[in-house]
């Protein structure tokens, strides 16, 4: 059974910094493409960042060189670096694993003065 628990969301201010983590289990996780994607109040779920099993990664526009995804196989962890944080970051952040149709409860990062 696919779990994925995300974690390390908060209250920021503007221009600062928050690293989400996400424990994922019941998966192959060393061959899992993973990602990261968030829904802000009142709009629907946007993709943010692929992972790929070997480290590469690919981002939303909107948060190029701001944001960075990394992994940990040996743990099944999965990371997002969010740097120079905006208030439009602001939303519910969720991983996810492509082959997979279970969602984990996500965490919230709230960018505001």
């Known amino acids: 059974q696919v779990q994925l628990v995300e974690s390390g969301g908060g209250l920021v201010q503007p221009g600062g910094s928050l690293r989400l983590s996400c424990a994922a289990s019941g998966i192959p996780f060393s061959e899992a493409i993973m990602t990261w994607h968030r829904q802000a109040p009142g709009k629907a779920r946007e993709w943010v960042a692929t992972?790929?099993?070997?480290?590469?990664?690919i981002y939303t526009n909107s948060v190029k060189g701001r944001f960075t995804g990394s992994r940990d196989n040996a743990k099944n962890m999965t990371y997002l670096q969010m740097n120079s944080l905006k208030p439009e970051d602001t939303a519910v952040y969720y991983c996810?694993?492509?082959?997979?149709?279970?969602w984990g409860q996500g965490t919230q990062v709230t960018v505001s003065s």
């Open positions: 996810h694993e492509t082959e997979s149709t279970t």
């Open positions: 992972i790929w099993p070997g480290g590469a990664t």
